[in-house]
């Protein structure tokens, strides 16, 4: 069935530091992949997406890259700051709107300053 | 900025209470998604509507919860009876095509 692995499930930086989160998926009709942030008691936020007719997308320090052969797309962010921890979730879907995600286990990342 | 507005905000009641939870979807939004999410864990997709019509409520206990949109501006979740398993935070998120989803601020539901 439809899945989609999500590594590693803690992380922890030094502020500063580069931060990368990596996503596997099963599905090889996904062709739209978000990124959701969720800080501690609130809703996730997209931070930032990308479909698969493009290979990497990038937005100010974060980062997504995409690899379709081997089904699996990473989050980078650089210069990581102390409001960058959060869980962060990756998904996978056949289309950006109208269909479900399937979402991975998400990823606590700590920055410590 | 427009938003997902879930309500309430939160919930407790004791178990085998009638629980309902309402979402209002952003406005032009024709597909409705209800989570459940647990202690910080992933999002588990319950039920989701397009245009008012449920398309996928597998991960949904049927004896127990039920979906519904009585309107396109308005999505309920049900529980009855409430069991304090049922205990999570719900998340609704509405979309439309070709744009991402836009989660609310979520239900914390705590059954005693």
């Known amino acids: 069935g439809e899945n989609v692995e999500q590594h590693p499930s803690t992380l922890s930086v030094q502020e500063g530091d580069s931060a990368v989160i990596k996503c596997t998926y099963s599905?090889?009709?996904?062709?739209?992949f978000p990124w959701y942030k969720q800080e501690l008691g609130k809703r996730p936020q997209l931070i930032i997406d990308?479909?698969?007719?493009?290979g990497e997308k990038k937005d100010q320090r974060i980062a997504v890259t995409l690899n379709k052969t081997a089904k699996h797309f990473s989050l980078h962010i650089t210069e990581t700051q102390p409001e960058d921890s959060a869980v962060y979730f990756c998904?996978?879907?056949?289309?950006?709107?109208?269909?479900?995600?399937?979402f991975g286990t998400g990823t606590r990342l700590k920055v410590l300053a | 900025d427009a938003r997902v507005t879930q309500t309430p905000r939160h919930k407790v009641t004791e178990m085998g209470q009638e629980v309902t939870m309402r979402c209002q979807p952003i406005?032009?939004?024709?597909?409705v998604f209800w989570y459940r999410q647990t202690m910080m864990q992933g999002l588990e997709l319950l039920a989701y509507?397009?245009?008012?019509?449920?398309?996928?409520d597998s991960g949904m206990p049927k004896d127990r919860f039920s979906a519904e949109m009585p309107d396109a501006t308005l999505a309920t979740l049900k529980i009855q009876p409430s069991e304090p398993r049922d205990s999570a935070v719900y998340f609704c998120a509405s979309a439309r095509e070709a744009q991402p989803q836009h989660f609310g601020d979520g239900t914390r539901l705590s059954i005693l």
């Open positions: 998904a996978a879907s056949k289309t950006s709107g109208t269909y479900k995600y399937i």
């Open positions: 406005l032009g939004h024709n597909t």
């Open positions: 599905d090889s009709a996904s062709n739209y």
């Open positions: 509507f397009r245009n008012r019509a449920p398309l996928d």
């Open positions: 990308i479909r698969s007719n493009v």
